[in-house]
Every structure is written in structure tokens, then in C-alpha cells.
């Protein structure tokens, strides 16, 4: 073995070991063979993963900004839905004030119609009443006259010591003592 070691070192051979490879560079044929791996992986992750991979992006993008514009279709819709809400708050509100207002002047519509018939009634009670009570004046008033004659002929009779039992005398005296007392009456008021 020593003659082949000498053997080549005198022909200015070397052997494979004796010469210290570069940790920083690799031989030749690694870097070729690694080239070539990486052109054919390159190759298929172009053709291959990249495609699906642009694919699956640009549907994300799609779906984000589909949401973002549904999103924002959805923020103008309840938008426009408060605005309509406030809308009809108001007019809810004016409306409610406008039955409150019509409310307080058919009240003070029904107070006075109710102080008016209130009134009428009390006057047709009073001029009823009055009625009534001329009425049973009258009644009294004849009453009386008819008692105050019955007693005018009882004393008469006492008195002449004689009974008048004429109808048409009784009348007569009877009318002409009313008629006295007709004229006294309005003397003693």
C-alpha cells in the first residue's frame, strides 16, 4: 500500500482525502445535481401548487370583500331603518300631541256643553217648580176662598139665626163675599 501511496505522489496525483475540502463550498457535482432538484421542484410548485394556492386567495378575497360590501349594504339598510324609525317617532309623537290638543278641546267642548244643558236644566227646574208652586197657591187660594165662604155662611146663619138653604142665595152670597175678599187682597199686599 505504501507503493501505491508513493506511486501517485511521484506522478503528481493526489489522493481523495489528502486535500481538505471547503466547508463553504461545496464540490461541483453537488451544487449541479442540487440545481437541477430545485428547477424540477420550482417547476412543479409553479405549475402545480401556485395556481391552487392563487385560486384559494383570490376566493378569500372575493369572500372578504363580498363581506365587507354586504356588511355595508347591511350598516346603510339598518341606517335608512333608523332614520325611518325616527321618522315615525316623530310623527308619532306630533300625532299623539295633535289627539292630546283635539282631546283638550273636545273636553273643554263636553264642560261646556254639560254647564249649558246644566244650566237649562236648573231653569226648567226652577220655572217648573215655580209653576208647582203657583199652582198649589192657587189650589190654596181657592181652597181657602171656598172655606172662608162655608165659614162666612156659618157665621152668617149664626148670626140671622136662620139657615139659608138656597143654592142660588148660598151662591150668591158666596160670589159676592169672594169678590169682597178679591178686592181686599190686592189692597193688603
Known amino acids: 500500500m505504501t507503493n501505491v501511496i508513493n506511486f501517485m505522489a511521484a506522478g503528481g496525483e493526489s489522493l481523495p482525502l489528502e486535500e481538505q475540502p471547503n466547508v463553504l463550498l461545496p464540490a461541483a457535482y453537488d451544487i449541479v445535481w442540487s440545481l437541477v432538484v430545485l428547477v424540477v421542484i420550482g417547476l412543479l410548485f409553479w405549475k402545480l401548487v401556485l395556481p ?88 190654596v187660594v181657592e181652597e181657602l176662598r171656598r172655606e172662608m165662604g162655608q165659614n162666612a155662611i156659618n157665621l152668617a146663619e149664626r148670626l140671622m139665626g136662620e139657615q139659608l138653604s138656597e143654592d142660588v142665595k148660598r151662591s150668591g152670597t158666596i160670589d159676592r163675599f169672594l169678590a169682597e175678599l178679591d178686592t181686599v187682597a190686592p189692597a193688603g199686599k
Open 52 to 139: 391552487k394556492f392563487q385560486e384559494v386567495l383570490t376566493e378569500r378575497e372575493d369572500r372578504i370583500k363580498g363581506g365587507i360590501q354586504r356588511a355595508e349594504a347591511a350598516q346603510a339598510e339598518a341606517k335608512a331603518a333608523l332614520e325611518k324609525y325616527n321618522a315615525q317617532l316623530a310623527e308619532a309623537r306630533a300625532e299623539a300631541a295633535e289627539i292630546r290638543e283635539e282631546a283638550r278641546q273636545k273636553g273643554k267642548q263636553i264642560e261646556a256643553d254639560l254647564k249649558a244643558k246644566a244650566t237649562e236644566e236648573s231653569a226648567r227646574i226652577i220655572e217648573s217648580g215655580e209653576k208647582q208652586l203657583a199652582a198649589q197657591r192657587e189650589l
